[in-house]
């Protein structure tokens, strides 16, 4: 079975600081696929980035980074120069090859200081 | 490009009625999830359908939970009898394929009193 693990329930950066959200995962199968997921405190749940089990390379998208250490199935979640507006809840998910289902952790909630 | 739709945002209903929510998933995603969170827990899978078939029904907690796509186009869940520990945000999320991003909807806020 698969499983994804959030061990920070809350985090608190300074603006303009760079902020790591860990994620670990367990899973058997060898090919599989990460992702983040923002919830900010309107509600709805916005795709951040994604990485691939066989991706070479650690995914970025803008701000966001993904540190995937496929040995430590780990796959954390870097945001550089934090904002006020980055301040949410941060999900990591995974789903196995094909058109499975996301298995999501608990979340970790993150809040900026200005 | 519209982004997958829930209605209604909210609802609060007694313990016993029925509700029904709807989910609209982004024109042309043939997958389409249900998922649930309850109050200070995970995010749980329900179903997903591909197209208007169910694909994986695994996660509805119990018969009480009825799930339909009718033409594979939007898809409605409906509770009945609603009851308290049914309460929690109830996510749709939509794909084109497996390895592409799932985008969700703003979820839909199930109150059971």
């Known amino acids: 079975a698969q499983k994804i693990t959030q061990t920070q329930p809350g985090m608190f950066v300074q603006e303009k600081e760079a902020v790591t959200l860990d994620c670990t995962y367990d899973?058997?199968?060898?090919?599989?696929?990460l992702f983040w997921y923002k919830q900010p405190s309107s509600g709805e749940m916005i795709f951040l980035i994604y990485?691939?089990?066989?991706?070479?390379q650690n995914a970025t998208e803008g701000r966001y980074s993904l540190n995937f250490q496929k040995a430590r199935k780990s796959a954390n979640l870097v945001i550089s120069a934090s904002q006020l507006g980055d301040s949410a809840m941060y999900f990591c998910?995974?789903?196995?090859?094909?058109?499975?289902?996301?298995?999501f952790g608990k979340g970790t909630r993150l809040s900026v200081i200005a | 490009e519209a982004g997958v739709t829930q209605f209604p945002s909210h609802s609060v209903i007694e313990k016993g009625q029925t509700v029904t929510l709807r989910c609209d998933p982004i024109?042309?995603?043939?997958?389409l999830y249900w998922y649930r969170r309850v109050m200070g827990k995970e995010i749980k899978f329900l179903l997903h359908?591909?197209?208007?078939?169910?694909?994986?029904e695994s996660g509805m907690p119990n018969n009480r939970f009825l799930a339909e796509r009718t033409g594979g186009t939007y898809s409605t869940l409906k509770v009945q009898p609603a009851e308290l520990e049914d309460s929690g945000v109830y996510f749709c999320?939509?794909?084109?394929?497996?390895?592409?991003?799932?985008?969700f909807g703003d979820g839909t806020r199930l109150s059971i009193l």
């Open positions: 024109s042309g995603h043939d997958n």
């Open positions: 998910a995974m789903f196995r090859s094909g058109n499975t289902p996301l298995v």
């Open positions: 990485q691939g089990s066989y991706d070479q």
């Open positions: 899973t058997s199968d060898p090919s599989y696929g």
């Open positions: 999320a939509s794909s084109t394929s497996g390895s592409q991003p799932q985008h």
């Open positions: 359908f591909v197209k208007e078939s169910k694909q994986d």
